[in-house]
């Protein structure tokens, strides 16, 4: 008997079909409009996001009724969901696995397409539908790879009683949130991509596309952002090893396009006020996007192994490839052509300017990208072209990356505190000294209390504080002018000011995340504390000055699993928990870990193997960790408050 569920992913189905049509559409109505002499016939893009928008959406929609209603006649949903499964997971699964992830980043790809439609109506009319256009092609590009190689629609027979399971290791809800907001950023700066690619195709003056770039391209990085902070979240609290970023190459194809989006972002404020680096950033927006879709290429090739890739036939990798090589050549030959007619003729600048270290700033963000492209790429072309293995791991990345990241925080304390043009030496002392002090004073007391003594991690928070230092500084010199010009309260002069002023602010208090955030990570990665230890119920050990007691260890159960689990007593008086499950579907063993945290430091406790009545028990102990994720949420807190504030137009007035 065919099924109400069993319509509607045949319905679901033909809307992606539709979808790659009107897709088809969208990218060559401009084409038509030029061939025919028919300029009318361009708006067509326009109407066409807006009906493939709604064709995703109900094919989204479909693929996800068929996932909580256990319709295991759809291959994708029996091979990875399970009618045992909890509800959040099921609506989570079904971008579980390569073809719903790859379903998600199209239909994210239309939503983008669809704001920018819905944005350039109002401000860009003329050169919408060539942006459009762009847009479209990426679609048609993405739509070709589900319909033809990733089908999640495809159907079962005979159908099965009962689904697969999702892979455990994503039945948690850090990865209910963390792929859509990693796929925000991504695809996000697919945004910035089309308006520099119509830019360069209409010579579309810089003083009306910088604007726009700069906020989608802010936009997008926001979301890269959160969605690598709650990445490593999810592996801290999930995968049982204590730590956060292991230099894996997965995690490396999502911070190469953050490190690129870093630096346009930056470089694009310099275009703005003094009307330089027009050509590096077209170049930046164009790259930026390239490295997203090679995280594409990477992570669905199967060419990786990692705890995040999927992996798929070479088939598909195959069309990725080629894919990107057509995108990205064509992106770039059109940069080549008309890339150096788009530079204005800059204005005069000093060595001392905040335009000069900004420039440094790029060269360092690039070149710390290209550092993680080399480590993640060359291993797989020494396979490749003379079957050799090689590994390249964290130490490379951290004696490599890690001291630029470095200069990059001491930059970002210093480069706020310069004016543009040119800035006078002995002004900017008389700005940076106290800030220069405390982060000195900081260092100093790192070097000699921290043990063991750590030169990097004295640098680290020297170089953090001294940003810590500069911001606040910037504030109560904005606040104090406020309230003396407006005889307010200085109390309610520094919020106030802050306010009106809230993309600067706003970029301040991003640098103020990152600050915390280095502190963060210099404590945990070079202070942690860790042991191994086996232990019987009673039975106690000892780390750091805390005393962790093993109290018990029995059976529990969960929706879909069973597990072991260990009841701890920390410092006489905390209960902490760590469970070794078992699901029933695909018996696939996990850990759970138990963790406390303060301010402070987190201490967290693995249960990873049980024999003759003995338990193994990795025990850490992690400084600052709490840092990393609060500093996160201060860069996020920063971008929303650049994207709140309207800019300018062109005649004084405000824009959306």
């Known amino acids: ?58 094919g989204w929609a479909a693929l996800t009724h068929a996932f909580v209603t256990d319709n295991f006649s759809v291959w994708y949903v029996a091979q990875n969901s399970n009618s045992a499964l909890p509800l959040i997971y099921k609506i989570s699964a079904v971008w579980g696995g390569h073809e719903g992830s790859l379903y998600l980043w199209y239909v994210i790809l239309a939503g983008w397409t669809a704001g920018l439609a819905w944005h350039g109506r109002r401000h860009f009319a003329d050169r919408l539908p060539l942006a459009l256009a762009v847009q479209g092609a990426l679609c048609v590009g993405f739509l070709g790879l589900i319909l033809l190689l990733s089908n999640p629609f495809t159907r079962l027979l005979p159908v099965p009683v009962d689904g697969r399971d999702l892979n455990p290791l994503l039945q948690d809800p850090g990865m209910a949130i963390h792929p859509p907001m990693l796929y925000m950023g991504y695809v996000g700066f697919s945004v910035p991509f089309a308006l520099v690619l119509t830019a360069l195709l209409t010579r579309w003056p810089a003083e009306d596309w910088l604007p726009l770039v700069r906020r989608w391209a802010l936009a997008a990085f926001g979301f890269l952002t959160l969605g690598i902070l709650l990445g490593g979240a999810w592996a801290y609290y999930e995968l049982g090893w204590g730590g956060y970023w292991a230099w894996d190459p997965v995690e490396n194809a999502s911070f190469m396009p953050w490190l690129t989006g870093a630096a346009l972002v930056h470089s694009l404020m310099v275009q703005q006020q003094r009307r330089l680096l027009a050509s590096w950033n077209l170049f930046l927006a164009i790259l930026t996007f390239s490295l997203s879709l090679l995280g594409t290429f990477l992570v669905r090739s199967g060419v990786l192994s990692s705890v995040h890739a999927f992996a798929v036939d070479p088939g598909r990798g195959a069309y990725i490839l080629v894919f990107l090589a057509l995108v990205v050549g064509s992106a770039f030959g059109v940069f080549l052509w008309r890339g150096g007619d788009m530079q204005a003729s800059p204005r005069p600048t000093g060595w001392l300017s905040r335009e000069t270290l900004l420039l440094v700033n790029n060269v360092l963000f690039t070149v710390a990208g290209a550092c993680v492209f080399l480590g993640t790429l060359y291993p797989l072309f020494l396979d490749v072209t003379i079957e050799q293995k090689i590994t390249v791991a964290a130490p490379y990345f951290n004696a490599v990356v890690v001291p630029q990241m470095l200069l990059l925080v001491l930059l970002m304390g210093i480069t706020p505190s310069l004016p543009w043009r040119q800035a006078q030496p002995a002004a900017l002392w008389r700005r940076l000294r106290w800030s220069l002090l405390a982060g000195a004073v900081a260092g100093a007391l790192t070097l000699a209390l921290a043990r063991p003594v750590s030169v990097l991690a004295a640098l680290s928070v020297a170089c953090a504080v001294l940003t810590m230092g500069t911001v606040w500084a910037d504030l109560w010199r904005g606040g104090r002018a406020l309230a003396g010009a407006e005889r307010r309260p200085l109390a309610l002069a520094l919020p106030l000011n802050a306010w009106r002023a809230r993309r600067h602010y706003g970029a301040l208090v991003a640098h103020l995340g990152v600050a915390v955030a280095t502190i963060g990570l210099a404590a945990a990665g070079l202070f942690r504390d860790h042991t191994l230890v086996t232990m019987a119920p009673g039975d106690t050990a000892t780390l750091a000055g805390h005393r962790l007691q093993l109290v018990g260890v029995g059976p529990a159960t969960g929706p879909n699993y069973d597990a072991e689990r260990a009841s701890f007593l920390l410092d006489g008086a905390i209960a902490l928990k760590s469970e070794r499950r078992s699901y029933h579907a695909s018996r696939m063993p996990t850990t759970e870990s138990g963790i406390h945290s303060t301010p402070l430091r987190d201490v967290y406790v693995v249960l990873t193997e049980s024999r003759d009545g003995r338990h193994t028990i990795s025990f850490y102990v992690n400084p600052l960790v709490q840092w990393i994720w609060a500093g996160g949420a201060l860069i996020g807190l920063g971008v929303l408050l650049c994207l709140s504030e309207r800019p300018a137009r062109r005649d004084g007035s405000s824009a959306a």
Do not use: Y
Request: aromatic share 6%; net charge neutral.
């Open 1 to 58: 008997m065919i099924t109400s569920s069993q319509n509607l992913i045949e319905f679901g189905h033909l809307a992606v079909v539709a979808a790659l049509l009107v897709a088809i559409l969208q990218a060559l109505s401009p084409l038509l409009a030029r061939a025919t002499e028919r300029p009318e016939l361009a708006t067509v893009a326009v109407r066409a996001t807006w009906l493939q928008l709604v064709l995703a959406l109900f």
